[in-house]
């Protein structure tokens, strides 16, 4: 591999992108989007009204105050949270014991009480954020005995259910169901449609033709399209997870998951590339290729149950699968339940860049 | 510089060049002339590494085209039948993409607007150029190397008079600097201007192959059209001594308005040939 003629090629397809107006549009569209719903529904979805009691003082209190979208309402009766979260005017109540500061220092475990009517995704989400504060306040990870109440449980839920193959959309709030949302779409729109037009349309307008008489080898030019499309999905997933405060719960495992997933689209994309020789053949079929490649991502989010396996399984072989559900649990603060997705990208990393190894091979043959 | 052996290409079976073998000397301005479908284009990508021949062999710079295909790259320019520049990106952007794969620096690239005339326009984007200037900063870009071999695939096709001229003179100019020339085109005037030596190609053969001076000896007609003053044309031989007294007579009476010579064009001798235009 020649790194000038690929840095050479990459920096040209760069600026080349920003000078097309249609892909720069795809390139905006999922940021723009991002921005969009994350102003439009920032407001109403994540006002989470908190009753809370505490017999004495406790730096809990101002630690809750200052969580993102939480609207505190301290109470004096402990009866009078259960009522408040009974009649609907609090979502989630906090009853802490006495000296619960002083116990927590002297690691006595002492009880929290949580109590929420039946909306298990708010409350997880909400102990989540409590932990973290808790964990904030004592210097360590927290030892506190949760008393978890639902006051008016929901039919079929219950404590010992199994990690949810499908459904992940269900442990992150809707902000977080847009953020995986328009990530997807960013690497995938990227990958699988910036990349095969840059590549096409060098055969297309047969400068490739001309890159090919120079130093240059096709694998050059492959590996310098493999780095623009690179650099433009991390740089829109990045922004989308930015702009809309992502980098919450597991940071690191989320930015894995994006990094692997930018990898293993932005290789589909060049095996696109690869097989379509004209720009009008790519604009025709680029629809029928994005659709099922977003697919299973969207399935990933919503619960299935039910539905055979002959289905459920080749979609959580899909790559988009695994993004939905490993930036879902990073996300949420899960991330040790998504190393699986992050092993399974990148083993199909390894496995499309043989594919577009092989291709190289048999058309330099 | 460039010596083929047999070279054969087919597509699908179909063979588009048939056994050919020549030899273009260093420096030299050689013409590779036949109608549109002849195997010219064909001849230019097995050469430049574009397309594997079917069989035979060929080397430029005694590498082998296929074997050391790297090899002959640093020492090739092409310029394509076909304007193939970046639309979207500026003249000099375009010339600085194509100096870093070649590793020239930005001295080359400046050097070559001003040499091909577009130094003023460099900054422009290549979409809202005419033909003739693309041409022009096509050649710039397969001069980028300081090639030994400069490939032209029918460098004037499409171009105004004026612009085809100012190509042609580049040609003549690189001709004497030295670099060898592969130029394929069906114009024959173009041809008979720029080559040292031509061949002929028809059906992916090679029919002749010659100086234009040779060609169009061996095939012209030594023959005159001569016109009079009462408005008669007359077709003399310059090797029936009748004709010459003829003609000896015109001249003394002082009947002669115009004389010229029947000397045979390049197209006339390739129609001769093939009995086909060159179209």
Redesign the interface.
């Known amino acids: 591999m020649n790194l ?2 690929s840095l ?1 090629v990459a920096r ?1 397809d760069f ?2 992108a920003l ?2 107006a249609r892909l720069l549009v795809v390139i905006l569209m999922p940021i723009g989007f991002s921005l969009l719903y994350g102003y439009l529904f920032r407001e109403s979805i994540n006002e989470t009204e908190v009753a809370f009691y505490t017999p004495d003082e406790t730096e809990l209190l101002a630690a809750i105050q200052a969580m993102d979208n939480v609207s505190l309402t301290s109470v004096t009766d402990p009866r009078e949270v259960e009522a408040k979260v009974d009649n609907g005017s609090a979502a989630i109540g906090v009853i802490l014991p006495a000296e619960f500061d002083a116990k927590l220092r002297r690691d006595e475990q002492p009880d929290l009480d949580l109590i929420f009517k039946d909306d298990p995704e708010i409350a997880s989400g909400f102990q989540r954020a409590l932990m973290q504060a808790i964990e904030g306040l004592s210097g360590r990870p927290p030892i506190v005995n949760v008393v978890s109440r639902t006051l008016h449980p929901a039919q079929g839920s219950g404590e010992g259910t199994s990690e949810p193959i499908f459904g992940f959309f269900e442990d992150i709030q809707l902000q977080g169901y847009f953020i995986v949302l328009w990530v997807m779409m960013a690497v995938t729109m990227n990958g699988c449609f910036i990349v095969p037009t840059l590549l096409v349309e060098e055969k297309d ?3 490739l ?9 096709y694998f050059d030019v492959i590996m310098g399209k493999l780095l623009v499309g690179l650099i433009y999905s991390l740089l829109s997933s990045g922004l989308i997870m930015f702009l809309n405060d992502g980098f919450t719960g597991d940071p690191l495992i989320s930015i894995l998951i994006i990094v692997l997933i930018s990898l293993a689209m932005t290789l589909i994309g060049l095996l696109i590339g690869g097989l379509i020789d004209n720009m009008s053949t790519l604009n025709t079929w680029s629809g029928f290729i994005l659709l099922p490649l977003m697919l299973p991502g969207i399935l990933a989010g919503v619960p299935m149950e039910g539905v055979s396996p002959l289905l459920t399984t080749p979609l959580q072989a899909m790559p988009t699968f695994q993004l939905v559900r490993g930036l879902a649990l990073g996300l949420s603060g899960q991330g040790g339940q998504a190393w699986s997705s992050a092993v399974i990208l990148l083993v199909e990393s390894a496995l499309l860049f043989a594919a577009v190894l092989w291709s190289l091979r048999r058309r330099e043959a | 510089m460039i010596q083929t052996e047999s070279l054969v290409r087919k597509y699908n079976g179909v063979v588009a060049v048939d056994q050919l073998t020549f030899r273009v000397e260093a420096g030299e301005v050689f013409g590779f002339l036949g109608p549109n479908g002849a195997g010219k284009t064909t001849t230019i990508m097995m050469l430049t590494g574009q397309l594997r021949p079917t069989s035979g062999k060929a080397s430029i710079a005694e590498y082998d085209i296929v074997k050391q295909r790297a090899k002959i790259k640093p020492l090739i320019g092409v310029v394509f039948e076909y304007q193939n520049l970046y639309e979207r990106m500026s003249a000099r952007d375009n010339l600085t993409f194509f100096a870093q794969l070649h590793g020239v620096g930005k001295n080359r690239v400046e050097a070559l607007l001003e040499q091909v005339g577009l130094q003023d326009r460099a900054k422009e984007k290549i979409k809202v150029f005419s033909n003739g200037m693309k041409q022009r900063l096509l050649i710039a870009r397969a001069l980028l190397n300081e090639p030994k071999v400069l490939f032209l695939d029918e460098p004037t096709r499409g171009l105004d008079p004026a612009a085809a001229r100012a190509i042609r003179e580049t040609i003549e100019s690189l001709g004497e600097t030295g670099t060898t020339v592969f130029l394929t085109t069906h114009y024959m005037e173009e041809a008979d201007q720029l080559c040292r030596r031509v061949a002929f190609l028809s059906e992916g053969k090679i029919i002749a192959m010659d100086t234009p001076r040779n060609l169009k000896l061996k095939y012209g007609e030594r023959k005159a059209r001569v016109i009079l003053d009462d408005g008669s044309e007359h077709l003399l031989s310059f090797d029936e001594a009748a004709d010459a007294a003829r003609m000896e007579q015109w001249m003394r009476d002082g009947k002669v308005l115009t004389v010229h010579s029947m000397e045979a064009s390049l197209e006339d001798v390739f129609i001769q040939l093939t009995g086909r235009m060159l179209l």
Request: aromatic share 0%; glycine share 4%; net charge positive.
């Open positions: 000038r003629v050479s040209k600026i080349d000078r097309n307008h047969k400068t033709a001309a890159i090919l008489v120079t130093p240059a080898g």
